[in-house]
């Protein structure tokens, strides 16, 4: 799988910088290049990496990388009808794991035949 390439973000400063350094070596790690954005709303980060191709059972879905500063990394599908975010797996383990561990766990998400997650979390797109 590849991504778009590039980052957008709508602040500058270290702890941004940081995070942009993180994501990226999680993107080198998995082979992938991203694009994404953080946001700073409310003091609270966040990274979106939109990926092309597929997971099993969401065919028609776009696939995104997403990293929050709670919740740590998820993979979500796109639903093509109303942009909204469906959250396939999340890696358990804490935000900031090391960039080999989240790219191989990226990689058995991107493979998974079925997802395996047990619950799906729809997300306001």
Do not use: C, K
């Not at 409310?42 to 990926?51: E, I, K, L």
């Not at 093509?80 to 960039?99: F, H, K, M, W, Y």
């Not at 058995?108 to 997650?117: G, I």
């Amino acid at each position: 799988m590849s991504v778009q390439t590039g980052f957008h973000f709508d602040f500058d400063d270290t702890a941004a910088r940081q995070l942009r350094r993180y994501v990226d070596d999680v993107l080198d790690a998995a082979g992938l290049s991203g694009y994404g954005f953080t946001d700073h709303v409310d003091g609270s980060r966040s990274a979106y990496v939109a990926v092309d191709g597929r997971v099993a059972g969401f065919p028609d879905h776009d696939v995104a990388l997403l990293w929050d500063q709670d919740d740590g990394w998820s993979v979500a599908a796109e639903d093509p009808s109303d942009g909204s975010l469906v959250v396939i797996d999340r890696l358990t383990g804490g935000p900031r794991q090391a960039p080999a561990a989240v790219a191989r766990w990226i990689g058995l998400v991107l493979r998974r035949q079925p997802p395996q997650a047990p619950q799906q979390r729809r997300l306001v797109g």
